[in-house]
């Protein structure tokens, strides 16, 4: 079997529910509420792979990918990126994971958009003439160039969401998060990160990525693999074409679960179905993936 890049094994993460001042007062003794956010998680990403993550609001989704970006730890389990475990404060595992959160407040408003990409980079032991020639790369891309060296704060939200994505790949790392990318992108905008992403991880052997998302028609376009989480728990591990027919129209296997997608996919702006448009895979990719079949063990 190929060597994971990514695998976690039994994830489980709990937050504290915040009691009322008057329940605290006339109760202090009583044991702390918990929230479940993920349990027994078991995913494993080969190389090449990108895995889609898809789930209704609350279900676990950004609480993985702030796992596997080290930003939160996990009360319960294993994770481990490029074969190593991973665990607090070790920074040449952070320098193998690019991320982009829906919530990325991490920018400065103050200095330019490439200035902060030079920031970044350098943050990440990038060189001041490789961060440059790199920039100058992605940038282009995506005809930002003449515009990088406004202040952020000037900027859109979609356009702050693609400066959030360069940052990413800026340092060329083997395991990308991306955490509703899309959002507030224009559908031109959307394509151009869709292909960015899916180039990048091929260019590469040994890049993956971990796309969440409620857009289900990105799923079909952009994943190899996909799982559907629902309070926390793994409710569907499988390949684009196997998720597609899991959750079409009318097949029960889906429900509830697949309702509650389709209903966040409308709402989004996505036909209900989406998930159902699965774009052929290249190839190589497939000869490059053929190995036993994964249990996901929940």
Not at 84 to 96: E, F, S
Request: aromatic fraction near 8%; charged fraction near 30%.
């Amino acid at each position: 079997m190929t060597a994971a890049v990514v695998e976690t094994r039994g994830l489980h993460k709990y937050f504290a529910v915040t009691r009322p001042l008057r329940e605290r007062l006339f109760s202090p003794f009583d044991p702390r509420r918990r929230i479940c956010a993920l349990e027994n998680v078991n995913l494993r990403l080969p190389p090449g792979e990108i895995l889609g993550i898809v789930g209704p609001n609350g279900a676990g989704k950004t609480t993985l990918l702030r796992i596997l970006a080290d930003v939160l730890e996990p009360d319960a389990g294993t994770a481990e990126i490029c074969g190593q475990p991973l665990r607090r404060g070790q920074d040449h595992l952070r320098r193998q994971v690019g991320c982009v959160f829906s919530d990325e407040r991490s920018f400065f408003w103050r200095l330019s958009g490439r200035q902060n990409l030079e920031f970044f980079a350098g943050l990440y032991g990038v060189g001041r003439r490789e961060a440059r020639t790199r920039m100058r790369r992605l940038l282009d891309l995506f005809g930002m160039w003449e515009k990088s060296g406004q202040l952020f704060r000037d900027y859109s939200s979609g356009t702050r969401k693609k400066f959030g994505v360069l940052r990413a790949l800026l340092h060329q790392p083997r395991v990308v998060l991306l955490d509703e990318v899309t959002n507030s992108l224009d559908p031109p905008s959307t394509q151009m990160v869709k292909t960015l992403v899916r180039d990048y991880v091929n260019a590469e052997e040994g890049r993956v990525a971990l796309w969440s998302t409620h857009r289900l028609e990105e799923i079909g376009e952009v994943c190899d693999r996909i799982i559907a989480l629902e309070h926390g728990r793994i409710d569907f591990y499988g390949s684009a074409e196997a998720f597609a027919a899991a959750f079409k129209p009318g097949n029960e296997r889906g429900t509830p679960l697949g309702a509650r997608l389709s209903d966040v996919a409308r709402q989004d702006g996505g036909p209900r179905g989406a998930a159902l448009r699965v774009s052929p895979r290249p190839a190589r990719d497939a000869v490059a993936r053929e190995e036993e079949p994964y249990s996901p063990g929940v």
